[in-house]
């Protein structure tokens, strides 16, 4: 759904870099709980995706929040297609062994119309969009 996948082309570049050993990089496409299942026992984890918030294509949302607590920010109200990101995250409290943080880096998006590719807009913020995840890894 173009810039949607916004989280797989940045999966699919982070994969081509040379990270850290105790990083992994998984491609939760559109399944939240498969995303629950990821960061199980991980000490953080960082999800990208799109986020329409309103703001110039491209540009960078981040949040934090610790799963631990109840998490009531409607902003992190990202839709994984299954099940709404932050439901599946208090269904998996008390189940999975979550990560202390957990930090969505949302990207608004230009279009959401079918295609595979990014859009001129999300291609040229690429570049920041990816170091700015790569910052969360250090």
């Known amino acids: 759904m173009g810039d949607d996948g916004i989280g797989i082309h940045v999966v699919e570049a982070l994969r081509k870099e040379k990270l850290p050993p105790n990083v992994a990089v998984f491609d939760g496409a559109t399944r939240a709980f498969d995303v629950l299942d990821y960061m199980e026992e991980s000490d953080r984890a960082i999800i990208v995706d799109a986020y329409k918030k309103g703001g110039a294509p491209g540009s960078i949302y981040r949040f934090s929040f610790d ?48 295609g595979l590719g990014l859009s001129a807009q999300l291609t040229t913020a690429f570049p920041a969009i990816l170091e700015a995840v790569k910052s969360e890894l250090i």
């Not at 599946?88 to 119309?113: D, F, R």
């Open 67 to 114: 799963p631990a607590h109840e998490v009531q920010d409607n902003a992190l109200n990202l839709s994984m297609h299954d099940i709404n990101f932050l439901d599946a995250i208090k269904a998996g409290n008390g189940i999975y062994k979550m990560p202390s943080e957990i930090v969505i880096i949302g990207i608004e998006p230009q279009t959401l119309e079918c």
